[in-house]
Antibody, heavy 117, light 106 residues
Framework: EVQLVESGGGLAQPGGSLRLSCAAS????????MHWVRQAPGKGLVWVSH????????TYAESVKGRFTISRDNAKNTMYLQMNSLRPDDTAVYYC??????????WGPGTLVTVSS | DIQMTQSPSSLSASLGDTVTITCRAS??????LNWYQQRPGKAPKLLLF???SLQSGVPSRFSGSGSGTDFTLTIGSLQPEDFATYYC?????????FGQGTKVEI
């Protein structure tokens, strides 16, 4: 079964850091581009970042550029999101998703990040 | 970035009804339009890709159409599990962008 599972969310103070992980199974992880998408409480889906198959190309939403870093370890079938200088408006459920020719599929169940003092 | 606008933001319907959700792109995206369903507390699930192609396992009561800037998602004969929020997403131009969502309520 193709599966993604996020971890690493939790409570962080403004200005703090968190590192999210996305563990993949059931497919050849290293052959797919991967994305992070977030959803603030009661709000819609917002794309955050993407990484290509070998990690040589990454892109970010303007709102996180310079603060967040996406990476991957294909040997461990895992993608990461290092989040620094966190702000209250970064509070959201963070989903990882696989990019296919047919859209984002599947998505992980998400991990909640709360930024508050 | 390409802006995606859905309408309505929410709608009320009954079991067995047919509902239509529209999605408009701020510029032409060909047929690079995907639809997702998100049930409360769950992750989004891909329903349709390239505007009208049904993802494997998705019931045939879901259908999509459109090209260019205007797209529709139609749900025929609403079932209890269809009450959810639906999002369109363009995959034509990076960054990928989503509509604001349409909540289908009983």
């Amino acid at each position: 079964e193709v599966q993604l599972v996020e971890s690493g969310g939790g409570l962080a103070q403004p200005g703090g850091s968190l590192r999210l992980s996305c563990a993949a199974s059931g497919f050849t992880f290293g052959t797919y581009w991967m994305h992070w998408v977030r959803q603030a409480p009661g709000k819609g889906l917002v794309w955050v970042s993407h990484i290509n198959t070998i990690g040589s190309t990454t892109t970010y939403a303007e709102s996180v550029k310079g603060r967040f870093t996406i990476s991957r370890d294909n040997a461990k079938n895992t993608m990461y999101l290092q989040m620094n200088s966190l702000r209250p408006d970064d509070t959201a459920v963070y989903y990882c998703a696989r990019e296919t020719s047919f859209g984002f599929d599947p998505w992980g169940p998400g991990t909640l990040v709360t930024v508050s003092s | 970035d390409i802006q995606m606008t859905q309408s309505p933001s929410s709608l009320s319907a009954s079991l067995g009804d047919t509902v239509t959700i529209t999605c408009r792109a701020s510029q032409s995206i060909g047929n690079y339009l995907n639809w997702y369903q998100q049930r409360p507390g769950k992750a989004p699930k891909l329903l349709l890709f390239t505007a009208s192609s049904l993802q494997s396992g998705v019931p045939s009561r879901f259908s999509g159409s459109g090209s260019g800037t205007d797209f529709t998602l139609t749900i025929g004969s609403l079932q209890p599990e269809d009450f959810a929020t639906y999002y369109c997403q363009q995959s034509h131009t990076a960054p990928p962008t989503f509509g604001q969502g349409t909540k289908v309520e009983i």
